[in-house]
């Protein structure tokens, strides 16, 4: 029984930044990758940012420059620094945690939290 509970969304406008973060909780032994999609209206959903436990990043390669993805083990949290937004960065941003808790491994996704880029 894993949560993860997102924030930090919201309307910006183009060149602005936001931070998100999404903090796990419940029965975490330990969690190997935390990250970040995105669904824009009327788009698939697709990865902008993830983070293994040792360090290791992935961008989109839209973001690559702009977004500084980072975690804190120690909180089981992860953030999304999101600078020099554009309006195409809009849409619904979805946190997920890969795992393992005390009965089993477990996939996990935040609510998701708006970010809406424009003038």
């Known amino acids: 029984q894993v949560q993860l509970v997102e924030s930090g969304g919201g309307l910006v406008q183009p060149g602005g930044s936001l931070r998100l973060s999404c903090a796990a909780s419940g029965s975490i032994f330990s969690i190997s990758q935390m990250g970040w999609y995105r669904q824009a209206p009327g788009k698939e959903r697709s990865l902008v940012a993830a983070?293994?436990?040792?360090?290791?990043?992935n961008y989109a390669d839209s973001v690559k420059g702009r977004f500084t993805i980072s975690r804190d083990n120690a909180k089981n949290t992860v953030y999304l620094q999101m600078n020099s937004l554009k309006p195409e960065d809009t849409g619904v941003y979805y946190c997920?945690?890969?795992?393992?808790?005390?009965?089993?491994?477990?996939?996990?996704w935040g609510q998701g939290t708006q970010v809406t880029v424009s003038s």
């Open positions: 983070q293994t436990s040792g360090g290791t990043t």
């Open positions: 997920y945690a890969v795992g393992h808790g005390s009965t089993g491994p477990f996939n996990a």
